[in-house]
């Protein structure tokens, strides 16, 4: 008897490694693979993805080279300079500071706070909706009234407030004092998905063959919704270059000396400067279009990936 | 039905009660005192010490959160130290303002929305579908201010086709030209507001009207014979649009948030702006008031929408 079942589950080397290529080919694909594949089918969102990183990366290590606190000196000779020339390459704003270079540092600060922002909003998200829809009923209960109280508060004035209050601040404060007020959207839609998630069988398998509850939230469920906390993530990062942009722009944003896009956009404020010198603010402005409009679009491409229908990229059988 | 409706106003009041303690603390951790501007700078230190006394700031806060609620249920907001005016007269003043840009702003959402949403929904997977998804897809994804901040430089400044700042013209007299004057001050940000918000009114009434067109009563009445167009304006659109009239309580969240950067940039005398110059001032009765306000329409927008909701479709009611 204890010979036949060694036989039996005695295979040689090879048909072990022909079964598991066999099985790995039939198994689906993970997401990581499959968005992939997606990008490859997909050129627009390719070029556009690539154009953002590499985008990215110059911003962050040209700023290296930049001596901000001597770009951030007024220099009379320099006041308003027209654009296009050898000396400064998008003109100067009314300190004579040169707008490529403020462009370049601003982009910096910007895109960190908005990555920073986007990694503490969505984590905190992430887990609050994966608690709240896991444990459902009181827990449930109570989470979904700290979350409709966060919503009816006027986020845009408490945050406007809370920054008037605080004498001293930084990026790193700025953006903790962002993040909470950012994370409802996403604790939202990750709370539906974990509500339907938890019905399945495998959550109720799992439990009853004794995983813990955190065990089962975050090695289980979590990276069964993976492919949508990807693209929630990515689609919440184009709006949150908004968030500190729009807060400079109203002056509340970083502070004096710190360069933004927002700050950059906010010269249009003055009516002469819209119209007059438009170098100081229009540049900042098409940039944040463009930014957002390729982080977006990486975002949409990467939510058809999570309905099969959709996808363009072919599953090679 | 009247079970929800009891339920979310029972919900509501434990939330405006943190609401406004939460205000009246951030208030309090302002920097300056009430008497900024209103006393004679040579006033000596024991004189203000007498009348922060009188006016019980010595209290302790939760004496003073009571005061404050008594006074605010008396509706006295207190004075605005900077125009010297009661807040409340101040907030009647600039609040029709940014009620009109509000209104007109959701009047042209709706109107642009319903139409695109419909006819996303009726061509899906087609050309026009596409389009519709383009224009969505842009105006989602461009931050607010800088479609402001673009829009005014092109059609104020550039086209000189609208006003760039103010509520009405100063030269502006009698009815006719007062109303005309104030409609021209609100086109541009109000069209610009709603070209960019009907994201949600579209991609919900066209997932609505697909989902219609695929159920059996639309192939029922297809297979009686019943024309298209006719299915479209008795059976899908009824369905379809009921739903959407009532999230209109949940844009005017949008709309007072967006409220601060329109009124900045066309300078627009609203409850915004007003925000802001107070925030600048340190006029902190006028920033309790507003906020507290703010707070209290997103609550009702919210109650008002969940109300409509739950009389139109039975199944978000709880039992």
């Not at chain 1, 694909?29 to 990366?57: C, Y």
């Not at chain 2, 009124?263 to 001032?281: D, K, R, T």
Request: aromatic share 12%.
């Amino acid at each position: 008897m204890k010979r036949d079942i060694e036989d039996a589950t005695s295979i040689s080397e090879a048909d072990l490694e022909k079964l598991t290529k066999e099985a790995n080919q039939e198994a689906t694909p993970s997401a990581a693979k499959i968005m992939w594949r997606e990008f490859v089918a997909d050129k627009p969102a390719l070029i556009s993805l690539f154009i953002l990183i590499v985008f990215i990366l110059f911003v962050i290590i040209a700023s290296m080279f930049i001596d901000v606190p001597k770009m951030m000196e007024t220099n009379i000779m320099g006041y308003y300079a027209k654009p296009f020339t050898p000396e400064y390459w998008l003109g100067a704003d009314a300190g004579g500071r040169s707008i490529a270079k403020e462009l370049v540092v601003g982009s910096r600060n910007s895109i960190c706070i908005a990555i920073g922002l986007t990694i503490i909003s969505s984590t905190f998200g992430i887990c609050w909706g994966l608690v709240s829809g896991y444990f459902g009923g009181m827990v449930d209960l109570a989470m979904q009234r700290v979350y409709d109280f966060m919503m009816i508060i006027p986020m845009l004035m408490t945050i406007i407030v809370i920054v008037t209050i605080i004498p001293h601040y930084n990026a790193i404060t700025l953006t903790l004092i962002l993040s909470i007020f950012y994370w409802m959207g996403t604790s939202r839609l990750i709370r539906s998905r974990t509500l339907s998630e938890s019905q399945k069988d495998y959550v109720a398998a799992s439990k009853t063959s004794g995983t813990g509850n955190l065990k089962i939230i975050f090695r289980e469920i979590m990276p069964n919704i993976s492919s949508l906390i990807i693209v929630d993530t990515t689609l919440s990062f184009a709006e949150n270059i908004g968030v500190e942009t729009g807060l400079s722009f109203l002056g509340f944003g970083l502070p004096m000396g710190t360069p933004s896009l927002g700050t950059l956009i906010a010269n249009a404020n003055d009516p002469e400067n819209i119209t007059g010198y438009w170098w100081t603010w229009l540049p900042a402005a098409v940039e944040i279009i463009i930014l957002c409009l390729s982080i977006s679009y990486i975002g949409q491409v990467m939510r058809r990936t999570t309905n099969a229908a959709q996808r363009r990229g072919q599953d090679k059988k | 039905m009247w079970k929800t409706i009891l339920r979310r106003i029972l919900i509501m009041i434990p939330e405006l009660i943190i609401l406004s303690i939460l205000v009246f603390l951030l208030a309090k951790a302002m920097p300056g005192d009430p008497f900024t501007g209103s006393i004679n700078p040579r006033a000596s230190q024991a004189q203000i010490h007498h009348l922060m006394q009188i006016h019980g700031l010595y209290d302790p806060w939760y004496q003073q959160y009571w005061n404050w609620v008594v006074h605010l249920f008396h509706g006295d907001l207190g004075m605005s130290y900077e125009y010297q005016e009661p807040v409340v007269d101040l907030i009647k003043q600039r609040g029709a303002n940014t009620l009109w840009l509000a209104l007109f702003t959701m009047v042209l959402t709706y109107l642009i929305g319903l139409p695109l949403g419909i006819y996303a929904g009726r061509h899906e997977g087609k050309f026009q579908d596409t389009l519709v998804r383009v224009y969505t897809y842009v105006t989602m994804s461009i931050p607010f201010f800088v479609v402001l901040v673009i829009g005014i430089w092109i059609f104020g400044y550039a086209l000189n086709w609208f006003p760039t700042s103010g509520s009405i013209s100063a030269q502006a007299s009698g009815l006719g030209e007062t109303l005309i004057s104030r409609l021209g001050h609100i086109i541009l940000p109000g069209l610009l507001g709603a070209l960019f918000g009907t994201v949600n009114i579209v991609q919900y009434l066209r997932s609505e009207v697909i989902d219609a067109k695929h159920s059996d009563y639309v192939r029922t009445a297809r297979s009686k014979g019943v024309p298209m167009k006719d299915i479209y304006r008795h059976h899908i659109f009824r369905n379809s649009l009921l739903p959407i009239a009532a999230f209109a309580g949940y844009s005017i969240t949008g709309l007072l948030g967006g409220s601060i950067f329109t009124e900045m940039v066309f300078s627009y005398p609203g409850m915004g702006l007003l925000f802001l110059n107070a925030i600048n001032y340190r006029d902190y009765t006028v920033i309790t008031a507003l906020v507290l306000l703010y707070g209290f329409l997103n609550l009702m927008g919210t109650l008002l929408s969940d109300i409509a909701l739950s009389i139109v479709d039975p199944r978000v009611r709880v039992e």
